[in-house]
């Protein structure tokens, strides 16, 4: 093969340089000075990620320095939110650093609203902090490129290498640059993956012309999870997908309309509806639903349900609270610095929300561990306070020595956000310097064989296309290769109708996931024939191949738990009520490296908080 392998051996690599990946390059520095930095990121690390576009609040605030909350308050928080199953050695933990994150953001140059009374940055609600930050992701870039030796962007990473001295343990990963076509080759003797959660696994709302636009990234194609898998990490919680309540159309967040500019819901005759729903969600989930805050997906329930009985759509009242001026301006400027596409959306449909109440839509499910849901890895927690089962070494290490994880990589830890990720980045590369130090002059070695496979299967798609594109003349059916956009398509499809997307209404049950979890089998033999024509669409059919694997992994722990733990997420039709006597656990998986199959298992939670 004429293509060029560059080499690069380093102490840490960082995978994804979003929040996690610039937190954990920034933490690897101050712990190891004498220690070789190295990210490699798919894009650009000044505009990657969930956060390229900007944020217009920082959602995970403690404000312990004014006494606001303390992190046993934001432990009991994520854990009523996620209906009783989180990591709470991992959330208190992220929550008692979370703080000195925010405040490096604020020494770097990110704009934060302040109170004109107190002078403490404004709340937007009792966990977020509003920010004027369209630059929050150039602004964590440039910490992270003060920190590290090299950043190597545009490089698709696609596996993680494997140590040939010692079972189990990582020594780097490999990847392609999407410009150049270079095949790269990372040796390092630990690996951070923070390369983000998942969109598009699941068939969107937007299709066609509009499928660009999800809320999630589009980019986040389940890297984080399937570099994991792929190397025969645990995941926990995968069934545990994300549905959002959304503007229609842009996927506008509604966390600043709902806290800060106080607007409210109501059906489309104008009339409240969660009381309505109120009764058969606690025949449902008992008496979670007299938890405060209303979790995440008992409001979606209230929601899915009052659309289904023919009284949607669901309008958000913004009349109101946009009579005032100041609070129109903040309305406009939450999507202008965050989701462009959702004032695009009500300037090209006439809606000025001073006038017009927009309507709100639920999306499609998402895959990721840093908003209202916890999907991820299973991760070694703090020495100073894990239980024994959750504690194996190294803070943030998988169950693969020498592998770490932060943000959405990591399970069990919901309502981090932006910032928690990034603080999850600075507990991982401090873990992994120390566990560096500990490795002492223990060697890793990699083989040239593996190294040369990989390079093999990496570049097959391009291999596929060029032989198979002599069978056709024009259009781009061929009876040899599936073009990434058509396997992509067909994955959506799949995990829509099988496994509770939207055309579902979010319903799936065992004998919809078993054929479901054929479905995509089939799809992984079949993605050995995938055909790529230029280097953008290898790096299409390797998102395409990475959301497969996190896709299988979805549906597999969606059979396992046999209950509806999080109705407005999705049901299982044929277990419709939350079963806290056996299902009061977290779900934990392994996919075997070598024949694909599947283990499932459960692990206790362990309350460390009252
Ligand atoms: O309003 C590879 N998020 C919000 N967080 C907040 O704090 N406040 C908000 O206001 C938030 N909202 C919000 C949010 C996200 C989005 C898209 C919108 C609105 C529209 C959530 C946070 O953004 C999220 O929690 C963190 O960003 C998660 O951090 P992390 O590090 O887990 O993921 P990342 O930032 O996306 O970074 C991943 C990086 O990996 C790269 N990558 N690199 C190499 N090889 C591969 N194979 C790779 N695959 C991916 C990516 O390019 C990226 O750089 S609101 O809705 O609540
Ligand atoms: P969102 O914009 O929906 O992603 O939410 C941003 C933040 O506001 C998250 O911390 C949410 O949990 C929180 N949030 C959104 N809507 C509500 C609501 N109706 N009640 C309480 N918290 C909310």
Known sequence: MGIKTVYEDCDILVVGGGMGGTGAAYEARYWGRDLKIVIAEKANIDRSGAVAQGLYAINCYMGTQWDEN???????????????????????????????????????????????????????????????????????????????????????????????????????????????????????????????????????????????????????????????????????????????????????????????????????????????????????????????????CLRNHAFVKEVAAGRGPIHMVTKEAFQDPHLEEVGWENFLGMTVSQAVVWASQDIDPKYINPELTTSEPYVMGSHATCSGAWCSGPEDLSPDEYQWGYNRMMTVDGLFGAGDAVGGTAHAFSSGSFTEGRLAAKAAVKYIKDLRNEKINVSDKQINDFKETVYQPMENYAIGRNEIVGGTVSPSYLLPIQGLQRLEKVMDEYVGGISVNYMTNDKLLERGIELLDIMEEDFEHIGAEDLHQLMRAWELKHRLLTSQSVAQHTLFREETRWPGYYYRGDHMKLDDENWHCLTLSRRDPESGEWAMEKAPVYHIVD
């Open 70 to 296: 303390n992190p046993e308050d934001h432990v009991r928080y994520a854990r009523n939110d996620l209906m009783g199953l989180v990591r709470e050695d991992l959330a208190f933990d992220m929550a008692r650093h979370v703080d000195s994150a925010v405040h490096k953001f604020e020494e770097w140059g990110l704009p934060f609203m302040k109170s004109a009374e107190t002078g403490r940055y404004l709340r937007e609600g009792k966990w977020q902090i509003m920010i004027h930050g369209e630059s929050y992701k150039p602004i964590v870039a440039n910490a992270a490129r003060n920190s590290a030796d090299k950043i190597y962007n545009r490089i698709m990473v696609t596996h993680l290498l494997m140590d040939e001295s010692k079972d189990n343990r990582v020594a780097g990963a490999v990847g392609f640059n999407c410009r150049t076509g270079d095949f790269h080759v990372f040796r390092a003797k630990a690996v951070v993956v923070a390369a983000g959660g998942a969109s598009h696994i699941f068939k969107p709302r937007s299709v066609g012309e509009g499928m660009g636009r999800t809320w999630y990234a589009p980019w986040s194609s389940g890297s984080a999870y399937a570099l994991a898998l792929q190397a025969g990490a645990k995941m926990t919680q995968m069934e545990n997908r994300i549905v959002l309540a959304r503007f229609k159309d842009g996927y506008g967040p509604v966390g600043a309309y709902f806290l800060h500019l106080k607007t409210y819901t109501q059906n489309a005759y104008g009339n409240e509806y969660e009381t309505t729903w109120y009764e058969d969600t606690k025949a449902m989930v008992g008496e979670y639903i007299d938890h405060q805050p209303t979790p995440t």
